[in-house]
Structure formats: structure tokens, C-alpha cells
């Protein structure tokens, strides 16, 4: 059985730095890319993060150059520094594995989903 424990979230002035992190247990990590993904209120889930198996790296326009996600494969760990950070990036930040895209661009998601971990960022 697959479990994702995500922490690290808080409240942060604008500007701040926070480094987010994500356990994968069972057998999700070793052998997928890893996303991190959020959730603002009233809005979809967002894959902001995602990396290979063997750190290739890619990121949302919006968090290009403030983010960073990296990956612990010895720890099933999953990480996102980031740094700068806005209001606009208040959400609530998950972690899964990203299967895609397709041919469209999609990309899904495990149906193994954690709890989340609530990032707030004031003006």
C-alpha cells in the first residue's frame, strides 16, 4: 500500500523561503517521476515540480526560478525549496507521482493521495 506524508508548510511574509517535504512508502518512488502539485481555494490542482527518476527537472512557468524540486531516492524523499515566494502561491501544496504527458499534455497522477501540507504566504 502506497502512502505519501507531505510537511513543511506554514505561514511566510512575501519573500520568504520554505522547503517542503514528501515520504513516499511503498513502491511509487523508486520507479516514477515525482511531482509536487497544489491547490489554491476554488481553483484545480496544479502541477507546479516534477522530476525523473534520474533528476531531470521541469517547473510551471510561474515558479521558474523559485522552486526547486530534488530527490532523495536512498530516503523515498521528495523535496521543493522554495524561495521568493508570493502571496499568489498561498495553496495547499501535495506530492504524487506524474505519469504523462500525453499526447495532449495531460499528466495523471496516483489515486495514492497525502493530507497535503498548507503553504500561506502574506503580503
Known amino acids: 500500500q502506497v502512502q505519501l506524508v507531505e510537511s513543511g508548510g506554514g505561514l511566510v511574509q512575501a519573500g520568504g523561503s520554505l522547503r517542503l517535504s514528501c515520504v513516499a512508502f511503498g513502491t511509487i518512488f523508486s520507479v516514477n517521476p515525482m511531482g509536487w502539485l497544489r491547490q489554491a481555494p476554488g481553483k484545480e490542482r496544479e502541477l507546479v515540480a516534477r522530476?525523473?527518476?534520474?533528476?531531470?527537472?521541469d517547473y510551471v512557468d510561474s515558479v521558474k526560478g523559485r522552486f526547486t524540486i530534488s530527490r532523495d531516492n536512498a530516503k523515498d524523499t521528495v523535496y521543493l525549496q522554495m524561495d521568493s515566494l508570493k502571496p499568489e502561491y498561498t495553496a495547499i501544496y501535495y506530492c504524487n507521482a506524474v505519469f504523462g504527458p500525453d499526447g495532449d499534455g495531460n499528466y495523471y497522477y496516483s489515486n495514492s493521495w497525502g493530507q497535503g501540507t498548507q503553504v500561506t504566504v502574506s503580503s
Open positions: 522530476i525523473t527518476t534520474g533528476g531531470a527537472t
